[in-house]
């Protein structure tokens, strides 16, 4: 191969074909469409409690909202109201069957029959088929609740 600067004024001999450098050319047809990928790992459920639970006093985590959930792992959320329908009163509630246990509690504090917000978070690494429910303990009588519960299923728990 020789190269020439055609700059300087030299030029192929007849016999030599000029060689264009950074030239596009025509677009080729398409190629086969692949296969189909994997499903990803994501999956959410969402459970939600009945509208009112009543709340027994001194009975240790009474659950007002509860889903069932396949082995994986999870991110898990919940919310959801807590009032007494006659005086002020003092409510803690949690994620129960989350592993690591969830923390902290959620202390809710109502102010009579003014509903109060309630808002968990926790993850759950389950190696069996599990309830997570939300538990709450009040002392007092007349304390509702309601909530849903959001667990979306992660990858991987870091």
Known sequence: M???DSRTG???????????????????????????????????TL???AEAV??????????????????????ITATGNIWNTK???TTACELLGTSPPADPQAYVTSAGAQQTTL???GVADIGDARTIRIGCVTQDADVQGHAQILAVKIGELK
Request: negative net charge; aromatic residues 4%.
């Open 2 to 4: 020789l190269e020439l």
């Open 10 to 44: 030299h030029q192929c001999l007849s016999i030599e074909s000029p060689i264009a450098w950074n030239v596009r050319g025509v677009t080729g047809p398409q190629g086969p469409k692949g296969e189909k990928g994997d499903a990803g790992v994501s999956d959410a």
């Open 47 to 49: 459970r939600r409690g």
């Open 54 to 75: 009543a709340i027994s006093p001194n009975v240790a985590f009474d659950p007002i909202a509860s889903v069932d959930l396949p082995a994986g792992q999870y991110a």
């Open 87 to 89: 005086r002020d009163s």
């Open 119 to 121: 808002a968990l978070t």
